[in-house]
């Protein structure tokens, strides 16, 4: 079994979710006492946050490389940011060490082909839905179309991370307002919908959902363990 570096804290809600969804599956496949074998460094996010909305991404990404090397002369045979919008700096980590990165948008992207998707949506950040450093790639490397909300619902979405997910805070009304998101994206056309922000499994589920939810903590943790046990 090969080791798992997880470079979490981002937040420490959803790195908590990788750490039992690995360790679940590991025990799934390999039976009796089975756990994964891990190197975890949890960051402190109120730093990365900060750096994150005053546009200092080059700061951050220093902060994230200086973990991954710590992951690294632990012993870990591969890396996870257990982040989707990190990923904006992946390119500057995956340089940083020697060991290969297994990045969250590939994971979920090949989780689109096996569902046979051409239209997907996606649920994050601003930083995510926004930007090109995830929806091109998808776009890019995968052939998806990928749709976001409009602007007032992704404010909305942005707010709900960062004021409630983030601090553990799960809101029925939130709760509501997402599942709203969702159905029109339904109607426009999303064949499924991307949770591309690791805390948004903590506040919807697929019974909330007229389509299928792609929940990228579970898809980038399994991905670790197949990836573990080749």
């Not at 992951?71 to 996870?80: C, P, Q, R, T, V």
């Not at 490397?141 to 707010?159: C, K, N, Q, T």
């Not at 426009?188 to 805390?199: D, N, Q, S, W, Y």
Request: charged share 25%; proline share 2%; hydrophobic share 45%.
């Amino acid at each position: 079994m090969k080791t798992i570096g997880l470079l979490g804290g981002m937040s420490w809600e959803s790195t908590a979710s990788y750490y039992r969804i690995i360790n679940e599956e590991i025990m799934h496949r390999l039976g009796g006492l089975h756990s994964a074998q891990i190197v975890l460094y949890s960051l402190d996010f109120q730093e990365i946050e900060d750096l994150q909305h005053r546009g200092r991404w080059e700061e951050a990404a220093d902060i994230l490389v200086e973990g991954a090397r710590r992951i690294e002369s632990a012993g870990a045979d591969f890396l996870l940011i257990c982040t989707n919008t990190m990923h904006k700096v992946a390119g500057r980590v995956e340089s940083g060490v020697g060991i290969p990165l297994l990045h969250i948008a590939d994971a979920t992207g090949q989780q689109i082909r096996t569902g046979g998707f051409s239209k997907v949506a996606l649920l994050g950040t601003r930083f995510t839905m926004e930007q090109a450093f995830y929806r091109g790639r998808l776009e890019e490397r995968f052939d998806v179309e990928v749709l976001v909300p409009d602007e007032a619902e992704r404010e909305l979405v942005h707010r709900v991370i960062y004021d409630e997910l983030c601090l553990g805070s799960i809101q029925g009304a939130s709760r509501e307002h997402f599942i709203g998101i969702i159905g029109g994206l339904a109607d426009r056309g999303a064949e499924a919908v991307i949770l591309g922000c690791t805390e948004i499994a903590l506040l919807v589920d697929q019974q909330d959902s007229p389509i299928p939810l792609l929940d990228t903590t579970r898809i980038h943790a399994i991905g670790a363990v197949d990836m573990a046990l080749e």
